[in-house]
């Protein structure tokens, strides 16, 4: 089996990455940061990306796209997050958001929702957990009335990522028929964030600010136009909408980059009179943490050649993610292992190693396992889907 990529796609990886040195200035320090600059910038960034083809480029041609193989559209997503995600909240319109109304919605919702995501102008988040619905997101209770021309929608969402951004859209789920089983009730709409009635309440936390909102809905008006595929059948959306996901954030390159980072630093920093890179503990922890980065990345991989057969890689799909996200809280870990205190330094304090980067890394990734499905929905999926075990209660 070869795990290299093609010629055109080396090329592909160069481009990107001189595109980025270009364009990310000095004070970019990823997606969650303080700096009040960063949401005008992922928009630029994603404008450009799109003028190139590059944004999109796995897309149809017709929805916008540049009509390029899944290992481009992968060499794309792993740059990105290796460089702090510059894209902004927009990777989920790309990922799944957009491929989702390929998928499901009508002539007219194609025509209006992905030539915008195409060309990088707009922002969607997505609509899902409530503070009673998180792991077992079909108890969610926001509700949407069905009221002929239009539905009226009455609840709240919690853990919204990029809804302060601010979003334009959000992608929501709501329960259209009450009586019915918790599965087959529930309905997906395009829900304009402008709309009377919506109120965004950040939610302030150690990763920062852009990280998660509450958002809660009164009486709010979705024409029924924004009702994406069919009334009460919305979870069968989510679950092939959330594979595509759980593949298309590329959190392992991220990891890749910050051992890259500690693999410099342990090289260039002298301790009791010798390189760090000489210790055999360092050396344990590096080559551990390239291991399992490997395995993450060829997960990634075997779950990437199967939408390019036109598959869907659910199970995959979920195997790929637990990889991912604790491969990334690890890197975190082993950077602040190696660095010793000062590893806890900000990127605000000139003494940081590594421009604060581990702390960042540590900080930023806590979330990781929790962010699109847990882990322990993820092994969940495994266990029932790909082993074949009885549901827990």
């Given at each position: 089996?070869?795990?290299?990529?093609?010629?055109?796609e080396?090329?592909?990886r160069?481009e990107?990455?001189?595109?980025?040195k270009r364009?990310?200035?000095?004070?970019?320090?990823?997606?969650?940061?303080?700096?009040?600059?960063?949401?005008a910038?992922?928009?630029?960034?994603?404008?450009?990306?799109?003028q190139?083809?590059?944004?999109?480029?796995?897309w149809?041609?017709?929805?916008g796209?540049?009509?390029?193989?899944?290992?481009?559209?992968?060499?794309?997503?792993?740059e990105?997050?290796?460089?702090d995600?510059?894209?902004?909240?927009?990777?989920?319109?790309?990922?799944?958001?957009?491929?989702?109304?390929?998928?499901?919605?009508t002539?007219e919702?194609?025509?209006?929702?992905?030539?915008?995501?195409?060309?990088?102008?707009?922002?969607?988040?997505?609509?899902f957990s409530?503070?009673?619905a998180?792991?077992?997101?079909?108890?969610?209770?926001?509700?949407?009335?069905?009221?002929?021309?239009?539905f009226v929608?009455?609840?709240?969402?919690i853990?919204?990522?990029?809804?302060?951004?601010p979003?334009?859209?959000?992608?929501?789920?709501?329960?259209t028929?009450?009586?019915?089983?918790?599965?087959?009730g529930?309905?997906?709409f395009?829900?304009?964030m402008?709309?009377a009635g919506?109120?965004?309440?950040?939610?302030r936390?150690?990763?920062?600010p852009?990280?998660?909102?509450?958002?809660?809905?009164d009486e709010?008006v979705?024409?029924?136009?924004?009702l994406?595929?069919a009334?009460?059948?919305g979870w069968?959306?989510?679950?092939?909408?959330?594979s595509?996901?759980?593949?298309?954030?590329a959190?392992?390159?991220?990891?890749?980059r910050?051992?890259?980072?500690?693999?410099?630093?342990?090289?260039?920093t002298?301790?009791?009179?010798r390189?760090l890179?000489?210790?055999?503990?360092?050396?344990?922890?590096?080559?551990?943490?390239?291991?399992?980065?490997?395995a993450?990345?060829?997960l990634?991989?075997?779950a990437?050649?199967?939408?390019?057969?036109g598959?869907?890689?659910?199970?995959?799909?979920s195997?790929?993610?637990?990889?991912n996200?604790?491969?990334?809280?690890?890197a975190?870990?082993?950077?602040?292992?190696?660095l010793?205190?000062?590893?806890q330094?900000t990127?605000?304090?000139?003494?940081?190693?590594?421009d604060?980067?581990?702390?960042?890394q540590?900080?930023h990734?806590?979330?990781?396992?929790?962010?699109?499905?847990?882990i322990?929905?993820?092994?969940?999926i495994?266990a029932?889907?790909?082993?074949g075990?009885?549901?827990?209660?």
């Amino acid at each position: 089996m070869d795990f290299d990529f093609r010629p055109e796609e080396k090329q592909f990886r160069e481009e990107v990455r001189a595109f980025l040195k270009r364009e990310l200035p000095d004070w970019w320090r990823g997606l969650f940061s303080d700096d009040d600059r960063v949401p005008a910038l992922t928009r630029q960034i994603c404008e450009k990306l799109a003028q190139r083809g590059w944004l999109t480029i796995s897309w149809p041609r017709e929805y916008g796209g540049a009509a390029a193989n899944e290992w481009m559209q992968a060499v794309v997503r792993e740059e990105m997050w290796a460089h702090d995600e510059p894209r902004g909240p927009q990777y989920m319109n790309l990922n799944y958001i957009g491929p989702m109304i390929m998928r499901f919605g009508t002539p007219e919702q194609k025509a209006r929702f992905l030539p915008p995501m195409a060309a990088g102008k707009v922002i969607w988040c997505q609509g899902f957990s409530e503070p009673g619905a998180g792991s077992d997101l079909a108890s969610l209770r926001t509700r949407a009335d069905d009221a002929g021309d239009h539905f009226v929608v009455n609840g709240s969402k919690i853990w919204t990522s990029y809804a302060d951004f601010p979003a334009d859209w959000c992608l929501l789920l709501a329960r259209t028929d009450q009586k019915a089983p918790k599965h087959k009730g529930i309905s997906v709409f395009a829900l304009d964030m402008r709309t009377a009635g919506i109120t965004v309440r950040p939610i302030r936390s150690m990763a920062g600010p852009r990280d998660f909102n509450e958002v809660f809905f009164d009486e709010v008006v979705i024409p029924r136009d924004c009702l994406l595929g069919a009334k009460n059948e919305g979870w069968m959306m989510v679950v092939a909408g959330l594979s595509f996901e759980r593949v298309g954030v590329a959190r392992y390159a991220k990891t890749g980059r910050v051992i890259e980072m500690l693999v410099e630093y342990a090289r260039k920093t002298v301790v009791d009179g010798r390189p760090l890179s000489e210790r055999p503990e360092v050396r344990a922890k590096l080559a551990d943490l390239y291991c399992r980065y490997q395995a993450a990345r060829l997960l990634n991989y075997r779950a990437i050649s199967m939408q390019a057969r036109g598959e869907v890689p659910a199970i995959e799909g979920s195997i790929a993610r637990v990889h991912n996200t604790t491969v990334e809280q690890l890197a975190g870990q082993v950077g602040l292992e190696i660095l010793g205190p000062s590893g806890q330094l900000t990127e605000a304090d000139p003494r940081a190693p590594i421009d604060g980067r581990i702390e960042h890394q540590w900080i930023h990734e806590i979330s990781a396992t929790i962010a699109a499905g847990t882990i322990e929905v993820q092994k969940n999926i495994i266990a029932q889907r790909g082993l074949g075990l009885p549901k827990t209660d």
